[in-house]
């Protein structure tokens, strides 16, 4: 089991740039895949992001594929997600998530550990 906490959100305008960060406790963090979720209210979790425990596959949902890059820092625990040309749209509570499984997934019940999430709000 990994602890996670994530930072980063805030209140942004359309267009603009924000990173997102997700510090992971456990000497296992390198070996399991993560990823990163977003929820509105009314909604299901959905999947945005996902990557391998190396760091060497990423996928991304449709929406934001250009505009965000997942990455990762196993020496330090860290997960990053770089949001690019944020949009109203990308309104949502953002999650970072392991796996404990070295390869990617996309669906919120593969993943295992969860942190509290952090909001990001775009505005116009």
């Known amino acids: 089991q990994v602890h996670l906490i994530e930072s980063g959100g805030g209140l942004v305008q359309a267009g603009d740039s924000r990173t997102l960060s997700c510090a992971g406790s456990?000497?296992?963090?390198?070996?399991?895949?993560m990823g990163w979720f977003r929820q509105v209210p009314g909604n299901e979790r959905q999947f945005v992001a996902t990557?391998?425990?190396?760091?060497?596959?990423?996928l991304y949902t449709e929406s934001v594929k250009g505009r965000f890059t997942i990455s990762r820092d196993n020496a330090k625990n860290m997960l990053y997600l770089q949001m690019n040309n944020l949009k109203v749209e990308d309104t949502a509570v953002y999650y970072c998530?392991?796996?404990?499984?070295?390869?990617?997934?996309?669906?919120?019940?593969?993943?295992?550990?969860w942190g509290r999430g952090t909001q990001v709000t775009v505005s116009s």
């Open positions: 998530a392991a796996r404990r499984v070295a390869t990617i997934g996309v669906r919120a019940s593969l993943f295992d550990d």
């Open positions: 456990g000497r296992t963090f390198s070996s399991y895949a």
């Open positions: 990557i391998s425990a190396i760091g060497g596959t990423t």
